[in-house]
Nanobody, 128 residues
Framework: QVQLVESGGGLVQAGGSLRLSCAASGRTFSRRIMGWFRQAPGKEREFLAAISWSAASTYHADSVKGRFTISRDNAKNTVYLQMNSLKPEDTAVYYC?????????????????????WGQGTQVTVSS
């Protein structure tokens, strides 16, 4: 059974940092694009970043560019999201997922519908 498990969330003050992890089990996604999303209460799920299978290419949404960095370790089947200079508006549940049909592609999808194998999410709360 395929499973993605996010961890690393918590409560942090504005200006602080957190590093989220997304560990995959059940199969390897070393050839697939992985992405991070977040969802705040009452809002739609928002794309944050994606990374190619080799980690040679990444894409970050404008809302987090310069503050968040996506990375991956295929040997550990894990994807990370380093979050710096956190703001109260970053408060949300953060999810990782696997981009559909992304084996070998260089296209970075940005909508939730283009991703699959969602984890349960990890809560990030940034206090002012």
């Amino acid at each position: 059974q395929v499973q993605l498990v996010e961890s690393g969330g918590g409560l942090v003050q504005a200006g602080g940092s957190l590093r989220l992890s997304c560990a995959a089990s059940g199969r390897t996604f070393s050839r697939r694009i992985m992405g991070w999303f977040r969802q705040a209460p009452g809002k739609e799920r928002e794309f944050l970043a994606a990374i190619s299978w080799s980690a040679a290419s990444t894409y970050h949404a404008d809302s987090v560019k310069g503050r968040f960095t996506i990375s991956r370790d295929n040997a550990k089947n894990t994807v990370y999201l380093q979050m710096n200079s956190l703001k109260p508006e970053d408060t949300a549940v953060y999810y990782c997922a696997v981009q559909r049909y992304s084996d070998g592609t260089t296209y970075f999808a940005k909508t939730p519908e283009e991703y699959t194998y969602w984890g349960q999410g990890t809560q990030v709360t940034v206090s002012s």
